[in-house]
Protein backbone atom coordinates (compact mmCIF):
# COMPACT_ATOMS: atom_id res chain seq x y z
CA UNK A 1 0.00 0.00 0.00
CA UNK A 2 0.95 3.54 -0.66
CA UNK A 3 0.55 6.45 1.01
CA UNK A 4 0.64 10.05 0.78
CA UNK A 5 0.40 12.89 3.33
CA UNK A 6 -1.86 15.80 2.04
CA UNK A 7 -2.49 19.02 4.09
CA UNK A 8 -4.89 21.99 4.01
CA UNK A 9 -3.69 25.34 5.54
CA UNK A 10 -5.92 28.22 5.41
CA UNK A 11 -8.29 26.86 3.09
CA UNK A 12 -5.47 25.69 0.35
CA UNK A 13 -4.67 22.30 -0.19
CA UNK A 14 -1.74 20.19 -1.28
CA UNK A 15 0.49 16.98 -1.10
CA UNK A 16 2.80 17.09 0.80
CA UNK A 17 4.87 14.18 0.59
CA UNK A 18 3.82 10.83 -1.35
CA UNK A 19 5.34 7.46 -2.09
CA UNK A 20 5.52 6.37 1.24
CA UNK A 21 5.31 1.98 2.14
CA UNK A 22 6.22 1.81 5.74
CA UNK A 23 3.83 3.56 8.17
CA UNK A 24 6.76 4.36 10.73
CA UNK A 25 8.13 7.06 8.50
CA UNK A 26 4.67 8.57 6.90
CA UNK A 27 3.59 8.82 10.54
CA UNK A 28 7.20 10.48 11.93
CA UNK A 29 6.98 13.02 8.49
CA UNK A 30 3.78 13.96 9.78
CA UNK A 31 4.32 14.32 13.40
CA UNK A 32 6.86 16.67 12.11
CA UNK A 33 4.93 18.60 9.38
CA UNK A 34 1.74 18.90 12.51
CA UNK A 35 4.41 20.23 14.84
CA UNK A 36 5.59 22.70 12.21
CA UNK A 37 2.09 24.35 11.59
CA UNK A 38 1.53 24.47 15.17
CA UNK A 39 4.33 26.87 15.39
CA UNK A 40 3.60 28.73 12.26
CA UNK A 41 2.31 32.01 13.22
CA UNK A 42 0.86 32.66 9.91
CA UNK A 43 -1.26 29.38 9.67
CA UNK A 44 -4.89 30.03 11.00
CA UNK A 45 -6.15 26.48 10.10
CA UNK A 46 -4.70 23.28 8.88
CA UNK A 47 -5.21 19.77 8.49
CA UNK A 48 -2.74 16.87 8.25
CA UNK A 49 -4.08 13.86 6.93
CA UNK A 50 -2.36 10.19 6.21
CA UNK A 51 -4.04 8.41 3.29
CA UNK A 52 -3.56 5.47 0.99
CA UNK A 53 -4.26 5.18 -3.08
CA UNK A 54 -7.96 5.08 -2.36
CA UNK A 55 -7.99 8.58 0.01
CA UNK A 56 -8.46 6.30 2.67
CA UNK A 57 -7.32 7.72 5.82
CA UNK A 58 -4.48 5.47 7.41
CA UNK A 59 -4.96 4.44 10.83
CA UNK A 60 -7.02 7.17 11.81
CA UNK A 61 -4.41 9.99 11.35
CA UNK A 62 -6.18 13.43 10.94
CA UNK A 63 -4.73 16.43 12.84
CA UNK A 64 -6.80 19.60 13.00
CA UNK A 65 -4.44 22.53 13.86
CA UNK A 66 -6.70 25.89 14.98
CA UNK A 67 -5.12 29.38 15.64
CA UNK A 68 -6.55 32.19 16.65
CA UNK A 69 -7.07 34.54 13.72
CA UNK A 70 -5.12 37.71 14.22
CA UNK A 71 -6.70 40.88 15.74
CA UNK A 72 -7.17 43.07 12.43
CA UNK A 73 -5.76 47.22 13.49
CA UNK A 74 -9.49 48.18 13.45
CA UNK A 75 -10.14 46.03 16.58
Known amino acids: ?4 IIKVINGNFFID ?8 AVKTNAHALCSTLWNAPDVITACVRIVDENLGTVDG ?4 ITHNAPKSSEE
Open 1 to 4: MKMA
Open 17 to 24: SEGYTDIA
Open 61 to 64: FNEV
